[in-house]
């Protein structure tokens, strides 16, 4: 560590482990699945103390009403947990956005709810990379910018949503407001186990299409029918059709249907898009507009298309290739080897990028084998992501640009 200055030195000595490790441990064994309303407010109540020590106001920021779709075709409202969302030195002259979530995919009735330590120095638990331990990342790494004197130079915000593993829907708004007029972004995602970060992203767009169309007697009138299941199913077949190298298709599930001798009036279409660039998104919305205009005319039956593309592509621009110059810088004088490498993966970070920010999103612990029972972080990434990131910061505010 050669390379690093004396606040720099001196910043990341000060990271405690052990303490980064014990929060990691409470809060990963509280179930904060996104549906789950009362694990997630646990959380965020943990979460809010916690980041209490920075010199900021924290705020719970209530969810925006999110629409959802149900097998019945029928639109309701979705409750979401509160958000976090914490401002420090908002006239530093430089500005930052840190971000993280506290929801995990492992709903309350989960059978993966308990933690293991593990003899290769990894622990085993729901959330433990995914986010939980990325959280003790990001304050711990602030924490200790906080005691030099260079943080009189950086003013950041915090944003800490709770729907982040569904889509973020519900915090959109808010992370697209934090993320004006700054410098530079964070995003706490976990590194792969090896350390490498992810770099360009693609987008996703989610749909599910309410088909209507009309029953009947399967033997006795089957034509006075418009059969929903067979019009949702041709649509299927149309959407898979855009697929291509930068656009992949997934129409993933139809709900719909009854007695065999019943031909049914309703089905609703679930389908997943991919799209590499924004030119495919605009490609991939003609295609389902046609779909949609085709088959209701050669079906007879009436469709209503919810969802959209919630999530763009994230490019790696000149901005963001600065910003990934210089967390590599920071981890070559930290003794880390710093890479990174496009993935087909989505998160906050495309949300952010699209908000014309440059970010690295993958700034949490290594670990591996997310969303699955199988989930693990690498003890030791703990105090050395925080100093990566601690480091990094510190030279933002040095620098005053990228």
């Given at each position: 560590?050669?390379?690093?200055?004396d606040?720099?030195?001196a910043?990341?000595?000060?990271?405690?482990?052990?303490?980064?490790l014990a929060?990691?441990?409470r809060?990963?064994?509280i179930?904060?699945?996104?549906?789950?309303?009362?694990?997630?407010?646990?959380?965020?109540?943990?979460?809010?103390?916690?980041?209490?020590?920075l010199?900021?106001?924290?705020?719970?920021?209530?969810?925006v009403?999110?629409?959802?779709?149900?097998?019945?075709?029928?639109?309701?409202?979705?409750?979401?947990?509160?958000?976090?969302?914490l401002?420090v030195?908002?006239?530093?002259?430089?500005?930052?956005?840190?971000?993280?979530?506290?929801?995990?995919?492992?709903?309350?009735?989960?059978?993966?709810?308990?933690?293991?330590?593990?003899?290769?120095?990894?622990?085993?638990?729901?959330?433990?990379?995914?986010?939980?331990?990325?959280?003790?990342?990001?304050?711990?790494?602030?924490?200790a910018?906080?005691?030099?004197p260079?943080?009189?130079?950086?003013g950041?915000?915090?944003?800490?949503?709770?729907d982040e593993?569904?889509?973020?829907?519900?915090?959109?708004?808010l992370?697209?407001?934090?993320?004006?007029?700054?410098?530079?972004?964070?995003?706490?995602e976990?590194?792969?186990?090896d350390?490498?970060?992810?770099?360009?992203?693609?987008?996703?767009?989610?749909f599910?299409?309410v088909?209507?169309?009309?029953?009947?007697?399967?033997?006795?009138?089957?034509?006075?029918?418009?059969?929903?299941?067979?019009?949702?199913?041709?649509?299927?077949?149309?959407?898979?059709?855009?697929?291509?190298?930068r656009?992949?298709?997934?129409?993933a599930?139809i709900d719909?249907?009854?007695?065999?001798?019943?031909?049914p009036?309703?089905?609703?279409?679930?389908?997943?898009f991919?799209p590499?660039?924004?030119d495919?998104i605009?490609?991939?919305?003609?295609?389902?507009?046609?779909?949609?205009?085709?088959?209701?005319?050669?079906?007879?039956?009436?469709?209503?298309?919810?969802?959209g593309?919630?999530?763009?592509?994230k490019?790696?621009?000149?901005?963001?290739e600065?910003?990934?110059?210089?967390?590599?810088?920071?981890?070559?004088d930290?003794?880390?080897?710093?890479?990174?490498?496009?993935t087909?993966?989505?998160?906050?970070?495309?949300n952010?990028?699209?908000?014309?920010?440059?970010?690295?999103?993958?700034?949490?612990?290594?670990?591996?084998?997310?969303?699955?029972?199988?989930?693990f972080?690498?003890v030791?990434?703990?105090a050395e992501?925080?100093?990566?990131?601690?480091?990094?910061?510190?030279?933002?505010?040095?620098?005053?640009?990228?």
């Open positions: 560590m050669t390379s690093l200055s606040d720099e030195r910043a990341v000595a000060g990271i405690d482990q052990a303490a980064m929060q990691v441990e809060w990963a064994a179930n904060s699945g996104t549906r789950n309303l009362a694990g997630v407010a646990a959380m965020a109540g943990e979460l809010a103390d916690a980041f209490a020590v010199p900021g106001d924290v705020a719970m920021v209530d969810a009403p999110v629409e959802s779709v149900g097998a019945d075709g029928a639109v309701s409202v979705l409750d979401h947990g509160r958000h976090l969302h401002t030195r908002p006239d530093a002259p430089v500005q930052m956005l840190l971000t993280g979530h506290m929801d995990t995919v492992y709903p309350v009735d989960h059978a993966f709810q308990t933690l293991t330590h593990r003899d290769d120095g990894t622990i085993n638990g729901p959330g433990t990379a995914d986010m939980k331990g990325g959280l003790a990342t990001m304050l711990a790494a602030l924490m910018v906080e005691t030099t260079l943080a009189a130079r950086l950041y915000e915090v944003v800490i949503n709770s593993e569904t889509g973020s829907f519900s915090s959109a708004t992370l697209a407001s934090a993320a004006r007029g700054k410098i530079a972004a964070l995003t706490y976990p590194a792969l186990a350390g490498t970060l992810a770099g360009a992203r693609g987008g996703t767009g989610n599910s299409i088909v209507r169309g009309l029953s009947a007697h399967a033997g006795r009138n089957p034509d006075d029918g418009r059969n929903a299941v067979l019009a949702a199913a041709d649509i299927a077949l149309r959407l898979a059709e855009a697929r291509g190298p656009l992949s298709v997934n129409p599930r719909g249907g009854g007695p065999n001798n019943v031909v009036d309703l089905a609703v279409l679930r389908v997943n991919r590499a660039t924004s495919e605009a490609r991939a919305q003609a295609h389902i507009d046609a779909a949609v205009a085709m088959v209701a005319a050669k079906h007879d039956v009436r469709i209503e298309v919810h969802g593309f919630n999530r763009p592509p490019p790696i621009d000149a901005q963001a600065k910003l990934f110059g210089l967390v590599k810088a920071a981890g070559g930290l003794g880390l080897a710093i890479a990174w490498r496009a087909g993966g989505v998160c906050d970070g495309n952010i990028a699209a908000a014309g920010v440059p970010v690295v999103d993958t700034m949490g612990v290594r670990g591996g084998a997310i969303h699955s029972p199988d989930e972080m690498i030791d990434s703990l992501r925080a100093a990566l990131s601690a480091v990094t910061m510190l030279r933002l505010a040095t620098q005053g640009r990228l």
